[in-house]
């Protein structure tokens, strides 16, 4: 496939709903007047061919996602894809995406692939150069390989979790519960799930946090980060999305 534009690629369908959410968000940070002063994107969202991350990460299943994400990496790559991000922070812990990079020199090699913890950690250093305290709302996986932690600390910063009964608990059911949960119901999410991420983030506030890291795609469904002044809201998805523009064609990105 040839287009006029460099050909931007989304890994999505984990969920469903935040590759969705990443590929709106892109047009939402594209200049652009007219349908044709889009970019191109390709979505690949096929969630039942892609292993629970946080079930790999903890030992439940044997099956590495990266197997299948490489997989949908050289399909990608072969319509002409050069730049990817993935819609999932927790496909970019160690196990998972290191693995993955080192498939793409053979599946893959002129595909770029953006990594949305780099992007939000530097975004942060950048845009808010006088915090110290950052929070980090994530699921189960990603706090236990210290995802966003290690970065932000790498980074000079000091990581804030919000009480292990938050982390673990209501907030892990805010993005999973099978009748509430965002991953069930994305769009409305619903009042519970509102109330559990608001709740979490309100602890980390309470903990001295000056920003928070919605560190799951699912998170940014739930909050309208401009509805909440104190602490700032951190949007992965959104910095991600500005990171492919700015990648492939950074004239075209909103200021």
């Known amino acids: 496939m040839e287009t006029k534009k460099p050909l931007i690629g989304i890994l999505g369908g984990m969920g469903p709903q935040a590759g ?17 002063d889009h970019l191109p994107v390709v979505l690949f969202s096929m969630p039942e061919y892609v292993p629970n991350r946080t079930d790999y990460l903890l030992g439940k299943t044997t ?34 995406f290191d693995e993955l990079l080192k498939c793409l020199e053979d ?6 692939l953006l990594n949305m913890i780099d992007e939000t950690v530097a975004f ?52 999973s519960d099978p009748n509430w949960g965002i991953k069930s119901y994305s769009n409305p999410v619903t009042d519970e799930a509102q109330s559990a991420v608001c709740e979490a983030i309100e602890n980390l506030r309470e903990h001295g946090a000056e920003a928070v890291i919605l560190g799951c795609t699912e998170l940014p469904l739930a909050v309208k980060t401009d509805s909440i002044q104190n602490p700032i809201i951190v949007d992965p998805t959104r910095i991600l999305a500005r990171a492919l523009i700015r990648d492939v064609h950074p004239h075209k990105l909103r200021p």
């Open 20 to 36: 969705l959410d990443l590929s709106a968000k892109i047009i939402e940070e594209t200049r652009a007047e007219t349908d044709q």
């Open 63 to 96: 099956i590495n996602p990266s197997i299948e994400l490489s997989r949908q990496l050289a399909l990608m790559s072969n319509l002409g894809v050069t730049v990817v991000g993935i819609a999932c922070n927790t496909a970019h812990n160690e196990p998972i």
């Open 107 to 112: 599946v893959a090699p002129n595909i770029r």
């Open 124 to 175: 942060i250093r950048e845009s808010h150069p006088d915090f110290s305290r950052i929070g980090i709302l994530a699921t189960r996986g990603t706090y236990l390989f210290r995802l966003y932690d290690d970065r932000v600390e790498s980074a000079g910063l000091v990581p804030v979790l919000p009480d292990e009964s938050i982390a673990m608990g209501s907030l892990q059911s805010a993005i």
